[in-house]
């Protein structure tokens, strides 16, 4: 039965794999990678990857399931296309331990007060419901600021915000040992603007929860 | 047989001040997610078990046996996962945007890994190398799988 089940499943990989791609699994396989870009399902979008060999020639990959193959000593192969069979049968075990895509609630305060806005004033109680619904949380609070001052000054205010964001979610209940304050200053921005442009979607804490 | 057993003594004092000197050594990169079957991680060229919820460091190995399955989520947002009898090294991780340090280097020495990319791909794109032992791979984003096949 095993035997048979085994049979079944290489007739149907072995159509699948349509003759200019094959992907056999030979009994003592020669040393290779694989590598497949595939759709990020969060988002919906394709990347990109640059794939070298470490003996020359590269390749690049831009659509889903497109992949290449590098044998040890050679060029990567041409991009080919993989079925999403193929991509279950080869990495479906990887892809099954993916965890859970992190989620990011932004904060913002009234203009130049302590105060939370009516709207992220509401996000609190959000962030701490999604927070018990994770398996294995961990949970960031970033300080970002716009680009007006000194980016040294910055890196102090924004950690100062995220600060009070920190101890307001401690306060509504957030384990404190799951919570680390950081602060990005002016470097990551969320509208990107030149130096000294004061901008208040970038005067924000940001909590990603993963 | 006493002096084995000093000796064995002995080696589990001098690793074990390692782990809490290397794990001293600033903060984690990321944490385990999800575990299914042997997992483990390698720190300091010591091996234990992987647990949901443990911290990973820079210079970290992930391992996983025949039936094991392992996911962590690094501060930037970075998924990675490892099918069975995988092993990777984590061997950068520099998430310090303010300070214009950024940067991710990870090693795929064998079996099967999923790769979803994070802010520092985002930020500072050529930071971020995913390498196998015959291939270096240039992350753009977003969502990658490698296989690298050594017996």
Same mark, same amino acid.
């Given at each position: 039965?095993?035997?048979?089940?085994?049979?079944?499943?290489?007739?149907?990989?072995?159509?699948?794999?349509?003759?200019?791609?094959? +992907?056999?699994?030979?009994?003592?396989?020669?040393?290779?990678?694989?590598?497949?870009?595939?759709?990020?399902?969060?988002?919906?979008?394709?990347?990109?990857?640059?794939?070298?060999?470490?003996?020359?020639?590269?390749?690049?990959?831009?659509?889903?399931?497109?992949?290449?193959?590098?044998?040890?000593?050679?060029?990567?192969?041409?991009?080919?296309?993989?079925?999403?069979?193929q991509i279950d049968q080869l990495f479906g075990e990887?892809?099954?331990?993916?965890?859970?895509?992190?989620?990011?609630?932004?904060?913002?305060?009234?203009?130049?007060?302590?105060?939370?806005?009516?709207?992220?004033?509401?996000?609190?109680?959000?962030?701490?419901?999604?927070?018990?619904?994770?398996?294995?949380?961990?949970?960031?609070?970033?300080?970002?600021?716009?680009?007006?001052?000194?980016?040294?000054?910055? +890196?102090?205010?924004?950690?100062?915000?995220?600060?009070?964001?920190?101890?307001?979610?401690?306060?509504?209940?957030?384990?404190?040992?799951?919570?680390?304050?950081?602060?990005?200053?002016?470097?990551?921005?969320?509208?990107?603007?030149?130096?000294?442009?004061?901008?208040?979607?970038?005067?924000?804490?940001?909590?990603?929860?993963? | 047989?006493?002096?084995?057993?000093?000796?064995?003594?002995?080696?589990?004092?001098?690793?074990?001040?390692?782990?809490?000197?290397?794990?001293?050594?600033?903060?984690?990169?990321?944490?385990?997610?999800?575990?299914?079957?042997?997992?483990?991680?390698?720190?300091?060229?010591?091996?234990?078990?992987?647990?949901?919820?443990?911290?990973?460091?820079?210079?970290?190995?992930?391992?996983?046996?025949?039936?094991?399955?392992?996911?962590?989520?690094?501060?930037?947002?970075?998924?990675?996962?490892?099918?069975?009898?995988?092993?990777?090294?984590?061997?950068?991780?520099?998430?310090?945007?303010?300070?214009?340090?950024?940067?991710?280097?990870?090693?795929?020495?064998?079996?099967?890994?999923?790769?979803?990319?994070?802010?520092?791909?985002?930020?500072?794109?050529?930071?971020?190398?995913?390498?196998?032992?015959?291939?270096?791979?240039?992350?753009?984003?977003?969502?990658?799988?490698?296989?690298?096949?050594?017996?």
């Amino acid at each position: 039965m095993m035997r048979l089940a085994g049979a079944a499943l290489a007739v149907v990989f072995a159509a699948a794999c349509q003759c200019h791609v094959r +992907i056999v699994q030979h009994a003592t396989p020669t040393p290779h990678d694989i590598i497949a870009l595939l759709k990020d399902p969060e988002t919906e979008k394709v990347g990109r990857a640059v794939v070298s060999s470490t003996s020359g020639g590269s390749v690049e990959l831009t659509h889903k399931r497109q992949a290449t193959r590098i044998v040890v000593g050679q060029p990567p192969w041409a991009p080919f296309r993989f079925s999403r069979d193929q991509i279950d049968q080869l990495f479906g075990e990887a892809l099954a331990a993916l965890p859970p895509a992190p989620r990011h609630f932004l904060l913002y305060f009234e203009g130049g007060s302590n105060q939370l806005t009516p709207a992220s004033e509401k996000l609190i109680a959000e962030i701490l419901v999604f927070v018990r619904n994770r398996l294995v949380p961990d949970v960031t609070v970033v300080g970002h600021t716009d680009t007006t001052g000194a980016a040294r000054d910055n +890196i102090e205010l924004a950690r100062t915000w995220a600060t009070m964001i920190r101890d307001r979610l401690v306060a509504a209940g957030l384990d404190s040992s799951l919570v680390s304050v950081v602060s990005h200053g002016e470097a990551d921005l969320l509208v990107p603007t030149p130096d000294d442009t004061p901008n208040s979607r970038n005067r924000r804490v940001e909590v990603s929860v993963r | 047989m006493q002096m084995a057993a000093e000796i064995v003594v002995a080696g589990m004092l001098v690793s074990g001040v390692l782990s809490a000197s290397l794990e001293s050594q600033g903060q984690p990169a990321g944490y385990v997610k999800i575990v299914t079957g042997t997992a483990s991680i390698t720190r300091g060229g010591v091996d234990r078990p992987a647990h949901p919820g443990d911290a990973i460091y820079q210079s970290d190995g992930l391992r996983t046996g025949a039936y094991g399955r392992l996911g962590v989520t690094l501060k930037d947002d970075t998924r990675i996962s490892l099918g069975p009898n995988s092993q990777i090294d984590l061997s950068e991780f520099k998430f310090s945007p303010a300070e214009g340090q950024l940067g991710l280097v990870m090693k795929v020495l064998r079996g099967v890994a999923a790769f979803v990319s994070g802010r520092i791909v985002a930020l500072r794109p050529d930071a971020v190398r995913i390498e196998t032992p015959a291939t270096i791979v240039g992350v753009r984003g977003t969502y990658l799988v490698i296989q690298a096949e050594y017996p």
